[in-house]
């Protein structure tokens, strides 16, 4: 059997955008990161490779710790693997009210 595949009528190639392009465009912006476990990063994205391996700035890391939260501050530039990546908000102001990282400000 031919199963024909669905298009949307208004969606073309000119308004797709890939990820690493998104992630191009939030250079030199904040970003926010949520990793694979509970913690959760707030920083200046310097650069990414191909395998969205990140390069921050101004980096704060935000995880638990027994029924608290601690909050480091990170010194230098911060290298972070993309395979433990797992949530990546380009562009915003950091974590919204209700996040792990909001909750230790």
Same mark, same amino acid.
């Given at each position: ?13 000119a ?8 992630? #191009?465009? =939030? ?9 694979r476990? &509970? !913690? /959760?990063?707030?920083?200046? @994205? ?10 921050? #700035?101004? =980096? ?10 601690? &909050? !480091? /501050?990170?010194?230098?530039? @911060? ?6 990546i797992?949530?990546l ?15 230790a400000?």
């Amino acid at each position: 059997p031919f199963i024909k595949k669905r298009r949307h009528p208004n969606y073309t190639m000119a308004n797709r955008i890939l990820p690493l392009e998104l992630i #191009d465009k =939030a250079i030199g912006s904040q970003i926010w990161i949520l990793m694979r476990g &509970k !913690t /959760e990063i707030v920083g200046t @994205l310097r650069g990414f490779d191909d395998y969205v391996n990140l390069v921050l #700035d101004d =980096a704060v890391e935000y995880s638990p710790e027994g029924d608290g939260l601690v &909050k !480091t /501050e990170l010194q230098s530039e @911060l290298l972070l693997n993309g395979n433990q990546i797992a949530v990546l908000v380009p562009g915003g102001t950091g974590p919204p009210e209700d996040s792990l990282a909001a909750q230790a400000r």
